[in-house]
């Protein structure tokens, strides 16, 4: 199947927009609704970026019905190259068979699939150009061993209201150690912050409005306020987490995904990221708890944890430590926080 008849499949040749279900993490499920020729844009944009032409191959390893992965499509039918699409169960080892058996040079995955194709101590074919990695923040730890591996991966940021990515790092930082951020603008985007340091976004891309529980909502305005905090210098911005990742702990203002981020540190590799969450629970004393959650913990989850709790200061520390069998997760493998806190206070925790 090539681009064309995969994109008519999801309604592209009628010619009407295109509604999206959200992808992220919290808040309540709501689908955004993009154009056409906001997707085209989006999808011209990215390939220009990255250096696809007509001999180029998208790969297509992210589900049609999230922009992640329609925006894949896009780019191929854009830039009149190749297509492939893995078929079947996420699996690492078969999807780098597939990669080589195709000689795919350009795809798109979230920070998950870099993380499996890790621990199963993958290289990577050498067709590969570029691999995009959004849907969340690859750490550069991960990054860096992604690259040693021969994954040529890229940062990017981006979101469903955008038609895929905002800012993506330069290929030609591919020669250098990865940093996960700044990351340069594409040239179709205006950003600023907000008096409050949340992203402003303004651009033909934009999403046309959403759509909640039925009811078509145009979007109002040039500039789309975000709930994202970030850093813009010029024509780069920095992403530094949601808003809703801030919590009042004891008095004090915690940074939740920053604490995740220190305990992994702390770590030194002993707990595997994207097994390891932070999660706050309201606290009648505290104001909120955190709570240390791990996925199929390993014999090192007790030591890391208590070494962290030595070292943290008490806004910082944890209420307890939670072991779960699974992660409630997306289609594009992102942690459901809401999910997890429900299950968390299900279990009385704190």
């Given at each position: 199947?090539n681009?064309?008849?995969i994109?008519?499949?999801?309604?592209?040749?009628?010619?009407?927009?295109?509604?999206?279900?959200?992808?992220?993490?919290?808040?309540?499920?709501?689908?955004?609704?993009?154009?056409?020729?906001?997707?085209?844009?989006?999808?011209?944009?990215?390939?220009?970026?990255?250096?696809?032409?007509?001999?180029?191959?998208?790969?297509?390893?992210?589900?049609?019905?999230?922009?992640?992965?329609?925006?894949?499509?896009a780019?191929?039918?854009?830039?009149?190259?190749?297509?492939?699409?893995?078929?079947?169960?996420?699996?690492?080892?078969?999807?780098?068979?597939?990669?080589?058996?195709?000689?795919?040079?350009?795809?798109?995955?979230v920070?998950?699939?870099?993380?499996?194709?890790?621990?199963?101590?993958?290289?990577?074919?050498?067709s590969?150009?570029a691999?995009?990695?959004?849907?969340?923040?690859?750490?550069?730890?991960?990054?860096?061993?992604?690259?040693?591996?021969g994954?040529p991966?890229?940062?990017?940021?981006?979101?469903?209201?955008?038609?895929?990515?905002?800012?993506?790092?330069?290929?030609?930082?591919?020669?250098s150690?990865?940093?996960?951020?700044?990351?340069?603008?594409l040239?179709?985007?205006?950003?600023?912050?907000?008096?409050?340091?949340?992203?402003?976004?303004?651009?033909?891309?934009?999403?046309?409005?959403?759509?909640?529980?039925?009811?078509?909502?145009?979007?109002?305005g040039?500039?789309?306020?975000?709930?994202?905090?970030?850093?813009?210098?010029?024509?780069t911005?920095?992403?530094?987490?949601?808003?809703?990742?801030?919590?009042?702990?004891?008095?004090e203002?915690?940074?939740?995904?920053?604490?995740?981020?220190?305990?992994?540190?702390?770590?030194?590799?002993?707990?595997?990221?994207?097994t390891?969450a932070?999660?706050?629970?309201p606290?009648?004393?505290?104001?909120?708890?955190?709570?240390?959650?791990?996925?199929?913990?390993?014999?090192?989850?007790?030591?890391?944890?208590?070494?962290?709790?030595?070292?943290?200061?008490?806004?910082?520390?944890?209420?307890?430590?939670?072991?779960?069998?699974?992660?409630?997760?997306?289609?594009?493998?992102?942690?459901?926080?809401?999910?997890?806190?429900?299950?968390?206070?299900?279990?009385?925790?704190g």
């Amino acid at each position: 199947m090539n681009a064309d008849d995969i994109l008519k499949t999801a309604f592209w040749s009628d010619g009407d927009p295109i509604p999206f279900q959200t992808s992220g993490s919290t808040g309540a499920a709501k689908q955004i609704v993009l154009t056409k020729e906001a997707l085209l844009l989006s999808a011209h944009a990215v390939n220009d970026w990255l250096r696809v032409g007509a001999a180029s191959i998208w790969g297509l390893a992210l589900p049609l019905h999230h922009v992640g992965g329609f925006g894949v499509a896009a780019r191929a039918y854009a830039a009149g190259c190749g297509l492939s699409v893995y078929e079947g169960k996420w699996n690492p080892a078969r999807f780098a068979e597939w990669i080589a058996d195709i000689g795919v040079t350009h795809v798109s995955l979230v920070p998950t699939q870099i993380h499996d194709l890790l621990a199963a101590g993958l290289h990577a074919p050498p067709s590969l150009v570029a691999v995009v990695v959004g849907g969340g923040k690859l750490s550069e730890e991960s990054g860096q061993a992604a690259r040693d591996n021969g994954w040529p991966v890229l940062a990017s940021y981006g979101m469903t209201e955008a038609a895929s990515q905002i800012a993506t790092q330069n290929i030609e930082l591919l020669e250098s150690p990865y940093a996960a951020s700044p990351l340069e603008l594409l040239p179709i985007w205006e950003a600023e912050e907000s008096p409050g340091g949340l992203l402003r976004i303004k651009g033909e891309a934009l999403f046309a409005g959403n759509i909640e529980q039925g009811i078509f909502h145009p979007r109002e305005g040039a500039w789309f306020a975000t709930r994202d905090r970030v850093t813009v210098s010029g024509n780069t911005l920095s992403p530094r987490g949601r808003v809703d990742s801030l919590v009042k702990v004891m008095g004090e203002l915690v940074d939740v995904e920053a604490v995740e981020k220190r305990f992994l540190e702390l770590a030194h590799g002993t707990v595997r990221e994207g097994t390891f969450a932070v999660i706050a629970i309201p606290d009648p004393r505290r104001e909120n708890a955190l709570i240390a959650v791990f996925e199929n913990p390993n014999p090192a989850t007790e030591a890391a944890y208590a070494a962290y709790q030595s070292k943290a200061p008490g806004p910082e520390r944890f209420s307890c430590l939670f072991s779960t069998p699974y992660f409630p997760r997306t289609a594009l493998g992102k942690l459901c926080r809401d999910e997890l806190r429900q299950i968390c206070m299900a279990r009385g925790l704190g």
